[in-house]
């Protein structure tokens, strides 16, 4: 009896033993079999890793060869337009060696003018002709430049008296102390403002709007409203002053915002400019009584423009861009409607350093003195006759 049950008990053992070690040989063959799925995955990764550090670096070397290439580019591209740069400023100036020597012939013939300014009412052309200006001269061309010196800020007026040889220099675009030199020559060889006559005002000048004319300076001043203030040079006092009918402290031109109104003396005497909307008047003034007599809308626009003079009653408005360009008449207004933009040839000033800051005409040199970024430049222009100065009109 015990003999049988040491069996059983003996069997149950093997059994269960056999039992664990199948367990544990299914466990040890799983573990085994994962090893392997890691060994695998892990034999797979490194692949994939080489494989991305390889490529990684052909791309390196792409980018390298790409980056020399683009830098080679680069250089030519530059060299290029550095050669297109002098191409086109050769161009330029041989634009501006034609442009004086061949002038641009106006757009409308003489013979179809009269045709049209027949149309037009005669009687009010015949009483208008002598009533504004007297002068018939008109632009052609620019017959030669001169660059007389670089002194000052880059904004700023110089300008001659017409009955004087008198040069006077206004430094900047808000101040009261202005400069005379006894002459143009004088003031070329001057080391500077210092060595002009200074002269102080009793108010301040603003922009570069300021004329002189027989012996007297006349300006703008800011303050509470548009003054322009009559300044006797001979004796240091104020003559006289007048309120402008001026709403809005608007620029005159777009492009010198610092000049509200631009006075200009020539020969038929003071004149102002001024803005009015999107486009520029003009107002003729009594030089001794600073009296509005006449006003006229020109239409020319505000915009783009950089400065205007006025000769023998026509008023020339300069245009520009605002990174300065060369500058060029495109807009031309004439008082007695003798002249009209279609019919002013097309007039180019040789491109320099910057835009102008003011141009002033002088009647008795038949000049214009510029300020060019802080260069002082003369312009000597050609005129010749209008078209209804050759043919006036007469009654039928």
Not at 157 to 183: C, H, I, M, P, Q
Request: charged residues 25%; contains cysteine.
């Amino acid at each position: 009896m015990k003999v049988a049950v040491f069996c059983s008990f003996l069997f149950t053992a093997l059994a269960r033993l056999s039992l664990a070690q199948y367990h544990y040989q299914g466990l040890m063959n799983y573990l085994e079999n994962r090893m392997i799925a890691m060994e695998e995955r892990i034999a797979l990764w490194h692949e994939q890793t080489n494989r991305y550090n390889s490529d990684l670096k052909e791309f390196r070397q792409q980018a390298a060869d790409l980056l020399e290439k683009l830098g080679k580019d680069h250089d030519a591209l530059k060299m290029d337009l550095e050669k297109a740069g002098a191409k086109v400023d050769r161009v330029e100036r041989e634009m501006d060696y034609i442009e004086t020597r061949n002038p641009p012939r106006p757009c409308v013939k003489a013979d179809d003018r009269m045709v049209e300014q027949e149309v037009v009412t005669r009687e009010r052309k015949k009483d208008v002709f002598f009533e504004v200006s007297v002068c018939m001269d008109i632009i052609s061309r620019i017959r030669a430049m001169k660059i007389l010196k670089r002194m000052g800020s880059p904004k700023g007026v110089w300008t001659k008296d017409a009955r004087t040889a008198k040069v006077y220099v206004f430094n900047g675009t808000s101040e009261n102390t202005l400069y005379e030199f006894g002459s143009v020559r004088e003031l070329s060889a001057s080391s500077g403002t210092s060595t002009g006559r200074q002269i102080t005002l009793p108010f301040f000048w603003n922009g570069t709007g300021h004329a002189v004319y027989d012996g007297y300076l006349y300006y703008v001043s800011d303050r509470e409203v548009l003054q322009v203030i009559k300044y006797d040079l001979r004796n240091g006092s104020v003559a006289d002053t007048a309120v402008l009918p001026v709403e809005d402290h608007t620029p005159v031109y777009t492009l010198n915002p610092d000049t509200l109104v631009d006075l200009v003396a020539e020969e038929e005497g003071l004149w102002a400019l001024y803005p009015s909307g999107d486009t520029i008047n003009l107002a003729k003034m009594d030089s001794d009584t600073l009296d509005i007599e006449q006003m006229w809308d020109t239409t020319c626009p505000r915009e783009n423009a950089e400065a205007a003079f006025v000769v023998c009653g026509t008023v020339y408005v300069i245009y520009n861009t605002k990174p300065p360009s060369r500058s060029r008449v495109q807009c031309v207004f004439d008082v007695n409607d003798m002249v009209t933009s279609g019919e002013a040839p097309l007039v180019y000033f040789p491109r320099r350093y910057g835009a102008h800051a003011s141009l002033k005409y002088n009647p008795e040199e038949q000049q214009l003195y510029a300020w060019d970024d802080g260069y002082q430049i003369l312009y000597k222009l050609a005129l010749k006759k209008k078209l209804w100065a050759l043919a006036p009109p007469t009654d039928p």
